[in-house]
């Protein structure tokens, strides 16, 4: 079973940036789709941005224009730019690997990564 390991979330001021890492155990790591999702206190984890094998990306409006999500099979890792950080960025930060459709990843969950934007 594919594990995944997130990593890069910290405390980070308005307007900061961070770049959020995700290494994925497994060989099968590149035939999927790729998915960062997060969840803040009190609410429902939800989709953040996605890219599928072929690297074609979509992303939540909330984070248009300023996140990036890119992959690297080679590395079985798939990353998060977030510039333009905002207070409401802030919860926990997961990825996970999808068939068709983002919203409906199939992985097990890994730990997270805190991302907290605050001044």
């Known amino acids: 079973q594919v594990q995944f390991v997130e990593s890069g979330g910290g405390l980070v001021q308005p307007g900061g940036s961070l770049r959020l890492s995700c290494a994925a155990s497994g060989s099968i790591f590149s035939i999927y789709g790729m998915g960062w999702y997060r969840q803040a206190p009190g609410k429902q984890r939800e989709l953040v941005a996605g890219i599928t094998r072929r690297d074609s990306t979509n992303y939540a409006d909330s984070v248009k224009g300023r996140f990036a999500i890119s992959r690297d099979n080679a590395k079985n890792t798939v990353y998060l730019q977030m510039n333009s950080l905002k207070p409401e960025d802030t919860a926990v930060y997961y990825c996970?690997?999808?068939?068709?459709?983002?919203?409906?990843?199939?992985?097990?969950w890994g730990q997270g990564t805190q991302v907290t934007v605050s001044s």
């Open positions: 996970n690997m999808y068939n068709q459709d983002p919203s409906r990843p199939f992985g097990s």
